[in-house]
């Protein structure tokens, strides 16, 4: 068994190797992706060894790049397109819930659109306007859509791969604060062996209070959950890993042992998925719940200006307190 040390951002760009290797109908696109590597070097290499006809440099043109993508689709590629960063994909959104989430529907399932869009999303690296989005309520509202997010090394190398070989449009987003930790990858095990894309996994397990996170606040509810246990408090971290669509098995479970739900996403909360997660939480869990299902999210506003987000990113700090308020009710 290959077992090595990546970060995120290595683990990805192997995974992305992978699907080239393994089918050649695989096409990276996308602006920067191909000389240059992309901006956080995601695609380092891979049009060194694999040419320019499937790494493909685009023009600074969202849209179009998501257009072309389709048609590619369409014709029995597999276009993987990366949007430089989360807030440079809404000239794409027409392209994407016009076109890439209906077509399947459009054409009574005659066509299907085997595509991925990458998307470095969340806060957190001191960058300017529209570099630090978190847009994933928009497309996990989309029908037609799959949402998917990765929070370690090892998911981040499979998950591509199981985006890119599904025959449905995946919107993947990744952590990008989150590109440079390390973990453990097992670069050997098959992807029939697996765990599910769409399946959310418990990260820790307690007993406490249940505590759901994705993507770059996954590591944020860890840290809080090991600074909980200092105080004989035991939470439990579930990454949901999947956003559309939702898989809420272990929730349930977890919430029903437990009592207590804690949501935690950097996005905002107005109408975010924190509240799509507290309703159905209440639903199913109605009766064992001893307190409301409360959410630590960003505020209600656009992203700050990069000298104060981390007064605007939720941190271990504020989870804490909504962790201590579950307990007061």
């Not at 050649?24 to 996308?30: E, L, R």
């Not at 890119?164 to 029939?192: C, H």
């Not at 971290?237 to 029903?256: G, W």
């Not at 975010?272 to 507290?278: D, K, Q, R, T, W």
Request: net charge negative.
């Amino acid at each position: 068994m290959a077992t090595e040390t990546l970060t995120i951002g290595k683990a990805l760009n192997t995974g992305l190797r992978r699907a080239l290797e393994n089918d050649p109908k695989v096409i990276i696109m996308g602006e920067d992706v191909g000389k240059l590597g992309g901006v956080f070097r995601i695609t380092d290499g891979l049009q060194k060894d694999f040419g320019d006809q499937r790494v493909i440099d685009t023009p600074l043109a969202e849209s179009g790049i998501i257009g072309t993508a389709v048609g590619l689709a369409i014709r029995g590629y597999r276009p993987v397109c990366e949007i430089q960063f989360d807030g440079f994909v809404y000239p794409a959104y027409d392209q994407i819930v016009s076109q890439v989430a209906k077509m399947h529907y459009r054409s009574g399932g005659r066509l299907s659109i085997p595509m991925v869009i990458r998307i470095p999303f969340g806060g957190g690296i001191g960058a300017v306007e529209h570099h630090s989005e978190s847009p994933e309520a928009y497309f996990a509202h989309t029908a037609g859509l799959k949402v998917v997010t990765c929070s370690n090394p090892q998911d981040a190398y499979v998950m591509i791969q199981q985006a890119i070989a599904s025959d449905d449009p995946i919107v993947f987003l990744e952590p990008k604060r989150r590109y440079w930790e390390k973990g453990q990858v097992d670069l050997d095990a098959p992807l029939s062996d697996a765990y599910p894309l769409h399946s959310a996994r418990v990260v820790r397990p307690g007993t406490d209070a249940t505590v759901l996170a994705y993507g770059p606040m996954v590591r944020t509810c860890l840290e809080a959950a090991t600074a909980a246990a200092e105080d004989g408090r035991e939470l439990e971290v579930i990454d949901l890993r999947s956003l559309s669509p939702l898989d809420l098995t272990a929730a349930y479970e977890s919430v029903k042992r437990t009592g207590r739900a804690v949501v935690v996403h950097e996005a905002p909360s107005n109408i975010g998925l924190g509240a799509e997660l507290a309703a159905r939480i209440t639903e199913e869990c109605f009766y064992s719940l001893e307190s409301p299902v409360l959410r630590v999210t960003g505020f209600d506003i656009p992203y700050p200006a990069a000298r104060v987000e981390e007064e605007f990113l939720p941190d271990l700090d504020r989870v804490l307190d909504a962790v201590d308020r579950t307990f007061g009710w």
